[in-house]
Every structure is written in C-alpha cells, then in structure tokens.
Nanobody, 124 residues
Framework: QVQLEESGGGLVQAGGSLKLSCAAS????????MGWFRQAPGKEREFVAA????????SYADSVKGRFTISRDNAKNTVYLQMNSLKPEDTAVYYC?????????????????WGQGTQVTVSS
C-alpha cells in the first residue's frame, strides 16, 4: 500500500514563503519520479512541478518557474516544494503524487498514487 502524506500548508501573505513536504511509504521511493499538482476552487487540477528519480532533472509550470523549487531526499523518502514570492493566485490545495515511471512527467494520468492534499492560502 503506497501512502503519500503532505504537510506544510497554511496561510501566508503575498510575497511570503512556504515549504511543503511529502513523506512516502510502501514503495521504493528512489525508483520513481515525483510531482506536485494543485487545484484551486472551481478549477481543474494543474501540474506544478516534477522531479526525476535521482533529483537530477526537474520541470515546472510556467506560472511557478523561478519562484518554486522541487527537491527530494531519497534517504528520507520525502519530496519537497519550496514556494517563494507567493501570490494570491497560488491559493489551492496542493497534492503530492508518485509517477508510474522515473522521469519528470507533467501529465496527471502518468501518476498512479496521490496524497490527500494540503491547503495553501495566500492573502493579498
């Protein structure tokens, strides 16, 4: 049973920072790519960032490039999302997900396991 548990969400003012964590269990964490997605009220879930199995390759949505950084610690079975210069439009539930493969897919259908999500609210 694969489990992903996000933490680190909360309320922050515009321009502030938050760091999300996602702890994984039940699978060989270091073999698979990981990603972060988000879903705002009334909108579809969208890709945010992804990292390959080793951490050597990453990909980002254009809307977060230069502000967000994805990283992973395979010894701790954890993936992170450092979010800086937050904007009100970043407000969403953020989901951690584990890929079927080892790369940096931007497509939700290539992720087989999902966490429950953590709320991020950015006030103006």
């Amino acid at each position: 049973q694969v489990q992903l548990e996000e933490s680190g969400g909360g309320l922050v003012q515009a321009g502030g920072s938050l760091k999300l964590s996602c702890a994984a269990s039940g699978r060989t964490f270091s073999s698979y790519g990981m990603g972060w997605f988000r879903q705002a009220p009334g909108k579809e879930r969208e890709f945010v960032a992804a990292i390959n199995w080793s951490g050597g390759r990453t990909s980002y949505a254009d809307s977060v490039k230069g502000r967000f950084t994805i990283s992973r610690d395979n010894a701790k079975n954890t993936v992170y999302l450092q979010m800086n210069s937050l904007k009100p439009e970043d407000t969403a539930v953020y989901y951690c997900a584990s890929q079927y493969y080892s790369g940096t897919s931007t497509y939700a259908q290539e992720y087989g396991y999902w966490g429950q999500g953590t709320q991020v609210t950015v006030s103006s």
